[in-house]
């Protein structure tokens, strides 16, 4: 049974970092993809980025490109969202989402494992 639990949400103040963290259970083969999304209130799932458990350049959307790097340790089974220089537009629950193959999906219909969230608010 695919599981994923997130931590590393808080409050931080704008300028600060976080490492966001995914542990992932019941893939047997690393045949996945891991992503990052961002929900804030009123407003739909917003895609951070995307790594695959085998290997290649993992894809960050535009937004997060210049601030966000995602990454993975396979002997840990862990993903992370490395969080630099925050603002409180980066406030909202932060979700870890998973998906067999070795796509790069870029929208939440793409995944089919979901965490429960982790929340992040970033204070002015």
């Known amino acids: 049974q695919v599981q994923l639990v997130e931590s590393g949400g808080g409050l931080v103040q704008t300028g600060d970092s976080l490492r966001l963290s995914c542990a992932v259970f019941g893939f047997t083969f690393g045949d996945h993809t891991l992503g990052w999304f961002r929900q804030v209130p009123g407003l739909e799932r917003e895609f951070l980025a995307a790594i695959t458990w085998i290997g290649g350049a993992p894809a960050h959307a535009n937004s997060a490109r210049a601030r966000f790097a995602i990454s993975r340790d396979n002997a840990k089974n862990m993903c992370y969202l490395q969080m630099n220089n925050l603002k409180p537009d980066d406030t909202g629950v932060y979700y870890c989402?998973?998906?067999?193959?070795?796509?790069?999906?870029?929208?939440?219909?793409?995944?089919?494992?979901w965490g429960q969230g982790t929340r992040v608010t970033v204070s002015s």
């Open positions: 989402a998973a998906r067999y193959g070795q796509v790069l999906s870029s929208t939440d219909h793409g995944y089919d494992y």
